[in-house]
């Protein structure tokens, strides 16, 4: 799928930065003033950091072990190593990680000690000069990627929710016209099959009629749940139980944060039927997609799902972007069918600058716990 093949496009970023430091190391060794020795302490660095993204903290401890070394390393031997540092810079910045400013700023500083213990004075300002520079590309360049990234995510995960919104539509339409008039005329073949003065080839044609329309309303009917079921996620395995339900909303959470959003996530639920796992878990897909296509960039959003007293409460909340919406065609029609065969209840309110989604599906009674219903 597509945002897999970007994942993994991305994921070169940091090998393709640790390359060219590598060579550039290379190149000073053997062809400048260096040596073996020299390349060892400068090239172990950005080994460890070509491993920033696929192992974000183990890379960056033994990175930073690395460059503190420096500071007990001869001048003469410790060159560009210490920038390796800029890499994870770059990885923290793009991939948001809680607290980059202060290992940001912690990097900095053992860089610059190691750049003030150039010998030669008038190396230093050079030296601070090139740091703080590579700092500001580092830092801008994953802000761009990450906006770039996030750009991307959002209009692959825009473009499928609109063949998703398709899809439902011409089952809508489908259901409303040509599986309506099949069942209609099945209907009304049976009922000239009760007339008594009919002629028997007349009837052995009704009766083909009603059963050729039967089976096609049937066949019809199975096709429109396909098509309103139908979604680019793979061919999984429906939630079942509180486990699976978790695993399917974890796969939710993960798209809002690729799009650039900030979820909270709540899950409160002992136990839960087949039916009411999946009503839940579609409940969720159609929300966050509310969420992605609606909410102002980069906005923080909430899901909760929680059980008291004996219902099912699934809430969603996220900030109004102050546009004008119908949010009865929003793609929601469809779980709103689920909830009411489940006799539960539907809201969607606009309030204080937020949207909240809410549904409430009661628990079986405890003597139906073991129905799949």
């Given at each position: 799928?597509?945002?897999?093949?970007?994942?993994?496009?991305?994921?070169?970023?940091?090998?393709?930065?640790?390359?060219?430091?590598?060579?550039?190391?290379?190149?000073?060794?053997?062809?400048?003033?260096?040596?073996?020795?020299?390349?060892?302490?400068?090239?172990?660095?950005?080994?460890?950091?070509?491993?920033?993204?696929?192992?974000?903290?183990?890379?960056?401890v033994?990175?930073?072990?690395?460059?503190?070394?420096?500071?007990?390393?001869?001048?003469?031997?410790?060159?560009?190593?210490?920038?390796?540092?800029?890499?994870?810079?770059?990885?923290?910045?793009?991939?948001?990680?809680?607290?980059?400013?202060?290992?940001?700023?912690?990097?900095?500083?053992?860089?610059?000690?190691?750049?003030?213990?150039t010998?030669?004075?008038?190396?230093?300002?050079?030296?601070?000069?090139s740091?703080?520079?590579?700092?500001?590309?580092?830092?801008?360049?994953?802000?761009?990627?990450?906006?770039?990234?996030?750009?991307?995510?959002?209009?692959?995960?825009?473009?499928?929710?609109?063949?998703?919104?398709?899809?439902?539509?011409?089952?809508?339409?489908?259901?409303?016209?040509?599986?309506?008039?099949?069942?209609?005329?099945?209907?009304?073949?049976?009922?000239?099959?009760?007339?008594?003065?009919?002629?028997?080839?007349?009837?052995?044609?009704?009766?083909?009629?009603?059963?050729?329309?039967?089976?096609?309303?049937?066949?019809?009917?199975?096709?429109?749940?396909?098509?309103?079921?139908?979604?680019?996620?793979?061919?999984?395995?429906?939630?079942?139980?509180i486990?699976?339900?978790?695993?399917?909303?974890k796969?939710?959470?993960?798209?809002?944060?690729?799009?650039?959003?900030?979820?909270?996530?709540?899950?409160?639920?002992?136990?839960?039927?087949?039916?009411?796992?999946?009503?839940?878990?579609?409940?969720?897909?159609?929300?966050?997609?509310?969420?992605?296509?609606?909410?102002?960039?980069?906005?923080?959003?909430?899901?909760?799902?929680?059980?008291?007293?004996?219902?099912?409460?699934?809430?969603?909340?996220?900030?109004?972007?102050?546009?004008?919406?119908?949010?009865?065609?929003?793609?929601?029609?469809?779980v709103?069918?689920?909830?009411?065969?489940?006799?539960?209840?539907?809201?969607?309110?606009?309030?204080?600058?937020?949207?909240?989604?809410?549904?409430v599906?009661?628990?079986?009674?405890?003597?139906?716990?073991?129905?799949?219903?």
């Amino acid at each position: 799928m597509m945002p897999t093949s970007r994942a993994l496009r991305s994921d070169w970023s940091e090998p393709l930065l640790a390359a060219l430091a590598l060579t550039l190391t290379t190149v000073l060794a053997f062809v400048g003033s260096g040596g073996a020795t020299y390349w060892f302490i400068n090239a172990l660095p950005f080994l460890s950091a070509a491993f920033a993204k696929r192992f974000v903290w183990q890379s960056a401890v033994l990175t930073t072990c690395l460059a503190l070394l420096g500071l007990c390393t001869p001048t003469e031997n410790m060159g560009i190593g210490a920038a390796a540092l800029l890499i994870h810079v770059f990885t923290l910045i793009r991939l948001r990680i809680k607290h980059a400013t202060w290992w940001t700023t912690i990097w900095i500083i053992i860089m610059l000690e190691i750049a003030m213990k150039t010998p030669n004075s008038s190396e230093i300002p050079i030296d601070v000069a090139s740091l703080f520079t590579g700092s500001a590309i580092a830092v801008g360049g994953a802000m761009l990627l990450r906006s770039g990234e996030e750009r991307v995510a959002t209009t692959e995960e825009l473009g499928r929710q609109k063949l998703i919104s398709y899809r439902f539509e011409m089952a809508r339409e489908l259901h409303d016209t040509v599986a309506q008039t099949l069942s209609h005329t099945a209907m009304r073949a049976h009922l000239a099959l009760t007339h008594p003065d009919l002629p028997e080839k007349i009837r052995v044609d009704l009766e083909r009629i009603a059963f050729d329309c039967n089976t096609s309303a049937y066949d019809l009917r199975n096709l429109i749940s396909s098509l309103r079921t139908s979604n680019s996620g793979g061919c999984r395995t429906p939630p079942s139980d509180i486990t699976t339900l978790a695993a399917e909303t974890k796969r939710e959470v993960d798209r809002l944060e690729r799009a650039g959003f900030s979820p909270e996530v709540t899950i409160d639920i002992r136990n839960i039927t087949p039916t009411r796992a999946l009503t839940l878990s579609k409940i969720t897909h159609e929300a966050v997609t509310n969420m992605i296509k609606h909410s102002p960039p980069r906005s923080s959003v909430s899901i909760i799902l929680r059980e008291e007293q004996g219902e099912l409460i699934a809430e969603y909340v996220n900030p109004d972007s102050g546009k004008k919406e119908n949010r009865n065609r929003l793609g929601l029609l469809g779980v709103q069918e689920r909830i009411r065969q489940l006799r539960g209840s539907f809201e969607v309110d606009r309030n204080d600058g937020l949207w909240r989604t809410i549904a409430v599906i009661p628990q079986p009674p405890a003597s139906l716990s073991g129905n799949r219903n």
